[in-house]
T-cell receptor, first 114, second 111 residues
Framework: NAGVTQTPKFRVLKTGQSMTLLCAQD?????MYWYRQDPGMGLRLIHY???????AKGEVPDGYNVSRLKKQNFLLGLESAAPSQTSVYFC?????????????FGDGTRLSIL | GENVEQHPSTLSVQEGDSAVIKCTYS??????FPWYKQELGKRPQLIID?????GEKKDQRIAVTLNKTAKHFSLHITETQPEDSAVYFC??????????FGPGTRLSVLP
């Protein structure tokens, strides 16, 4: 049981390049989330999904797109990377059984945009 | 929408002393409050949580208290150890809504 797995762990991009970050969970969780973490700003929600085939915008969605074609996977895309998107990206998932349940986080992807 | 404030932003304590971190929230409908510990370069990990139907919860050296009237909740760590050094995040959640995190508190336990 690996929990939440993020790939890649590190990546350096040039401005204007595109890439996709992959998040996979093996806990059969319905909800999945993408956050970015910048120094002194905590975790800010980019996009989230409440189930397979659904996505919704979070607090800071501009410049990102997401897809959830399979329940276990949640992809985060950057179409045209900008230096302002340099950050650590965390994926999380949570179970939804009619009550509040905690989020489980992946190890993060450290992304640098030059 | 929900807004979570967290204080202090940094906290230094001597090993063996207690540490207290306080969070306030704005949405009275929030009913679940987890605390996460994040060590340098690692993922946030849940250390304790509390639901709005209880006022206090303990787990060994860690406790969380909740004051629904004042809309604040606090993390208490007793007998601090060097391995407690990390960034701690609080969060507020209402079922069906998203988690809203505080900005974090960097705790340093000095030997």
């Amino acid at each position: 049981n690996a929990g939440v797995t993020q790939t890649p762990k590190f990546r350096v991009l040039k401005t204007g390049q595109s890439m996709t970050l992959l998040c996979a969970q093996d806990m059969n969780h319905e909800y999945m989330y993408w956050y970015r973490q910048d120094p002194g700003m905590g975790l800010r929600l980019i996009h989230y999904s409440v189930g397979e085939g659904t996505t919704a915008k979070g607090e800071v969605p501009d410049g990102y797109n997401v897809s959830r074609l399979k329940k276990q996977n949640f992809l985060l895309g950057l179409e045209s990377a900008a230096p302002s998107q340099t950050s650590v990206y965390f994926c999380a998932s949570s179970y939804m059984d009619g009550s509040n349940q905690p989020q489980h986080f992946g190890d993060g992807t450290r992304l640098s945009i030059l | 929408g929900e807004n979570v404030e967290q204080h202090p932003s940094t906290l230094s304590v001597q090993e063996g002393d207690s540490a207290v971190i306080k969070c306030t929230y704005s949405d009275s409908a929030s009913n679940y409050f987890p605390w996460y510990k994040q060590e340098l370069g690692k993922r946030p990990q849940l250390i304790i949580d509390i639901r709005s139907n209880v006022g206090e919860k303990k787990d060994q050296r860690i406790a969380v208290t909740l004051n629904k009237t004042a809309k604040h909740f606090s993390l208490h760590i007793t007998e601090t150890q060097p391995e407690d050094s990390a960034v701690y995040f609080c969060a507020a959640h209402n079922y069906g809504q998203n988690f809203v995190f505080g900005p974090g508190t960097r705790l340093s336990v000095l030997p």
